[in-house]
């Protein structure tokens, strides 16, 4: 995997750890964060459940390849943390492989739950049975996070010393 500008783009279903996993890898391994979610929040001055319930998914899905544009063009030695849906658009795709090495961290829709059960920040699980809205959700999104990733990372089970461990290749098993 060609990643001259030593960054690791890591995408995944919400609540798999993205956000939580780059923060520990920047700290632990001197490494940039970005979160493309608070990255837009920060340029717009607005929240992602206003951006949605004022303008819409679609006005956000724009904002976020913009942010993918904007930020691959600059960034090195960073990990950068994007949000579920930036992946759905096959631009995106295309940016974030620009970007740098793509991690799709996989988890269990089992372990989902449980981590996404007293969320109420994110705009897509609102209203609804969210084991239901979880299923629909992963049966729209599972291929595309793993054509869209150069490496898929099983996370059930693993401390993020281990997951860090097989991005960089450093365990004797690298999945693939």
């Known amino acids: 995997m060609n990643n ?31 979160d493309t979610d608070e990255y837009i929040e920060g340029k717009y001055k607005r929240l992602i459940r206003d951006i949605f319930s004022e303008d819409g998914e679609e006005t ?3 904002m976020e390849t913009e942010a993918v544009k904007e930020l691959g063009e600059t960034l090195e030695n960073t ?12 631009i995106n ?3 974030l492989k620009k970007t740098g090495i793509v991690v799709y961290l996989e988890t269990s829709k089992e372990e989902l739950v ?36 150069d490496m898929i990372l099983p996370t059930d089970g693993l401390s993020f010393e281990e997951m860090y461990r ?9 999945i693939f």
């Open 4 to 34: 001259k500008n030593g960054n690791i783009v890591l995408i995944g279903f919400m609540g798999c750890g993205k956000t939580t996993f780059g923060k520990w890898i920047s700290e632990h391994y001197n490494m940039d964060f970005v």
């Open 60 to 62: 956000f899905r724009d």
């Open 79 to 90: 990990v950068v943390s994007v949000g579920g849906g930036l992946p759905l658009r096959k």
């Open 93 to 95: 795709q295309e940016l």
């Open 114 to 149: 449980r981590r996404l059960k007293n969320d109420d920040t994110r705009p897509l699980l609102q209203g609804c049975d969210l084991q239901e809205r979880i299923d629909s959700l992963m049966k729209q999104r599972e291929d595309i996070y793993k054509s869209a990733a």
């Open 166 to 174: 097989t991005i960089m290749g450093i365990e004797g098993i690298t």
